[in-house]
């Protein structure tokens, strides 16, 4: 069994810095890679960005690529995703969740999920 926590959400103006961080317990020699996904109201969920075990290998989505930037420390076993000019459309509940098998960018490629942390962006 695998846990994780999010946190470093908040409310945050455009142009605005946050760095969500992921906590992970349990089973941690079953983590590989890892991803954040996020979900805001009435959208399904999507990729962010993603990262392999020793962080030799990172992507990102379309839409935060050259702002959003994902790391990881397995030694503190934690993730992190820096999110770096903000917008209102990030707005929404981000996720971290370790990769399993399958694509990458597909949410049912994960099996363990964090509660999320909700960013909200104004304008």
């Known amino acids: 069994q695998v846990t994780l926590v999010e946190s470093g959400g908040g409310l945050v103006q455009a142009g605005g810095s946050l760095r969500l961080s992921c906590a992970i317990s349990g089973r941690t020699d079953y983590v590989a890679a890892m991803a954040w996904f996020r979900q805001s109201a009435g959208k399904e969920r999507e990729f962010v960005s993603g990262?392999?075990?020793?962080?030799?290998?990172?992507d990102v989505a379309e839409s935060v690529k050259g702002r959003f930037f994902v790391s990881r420390d397995n030694a503190k076993n934690e993730a992190y995703l820096q999110m770096n000019s903000l917008k209102p459309e990030d707005t929404a509940v981000y996720y971290c969740a370790t990769y399993r098998r399958g694509s990458y960018y597909a949410k049912r490629s994960y099996d363990y999920w964090g509660q999320g942390t909700q960013v909200t962006v104004s304008s």
């Open positions: 990262i392999s075990y020793n962080g030799g290998y990172t």
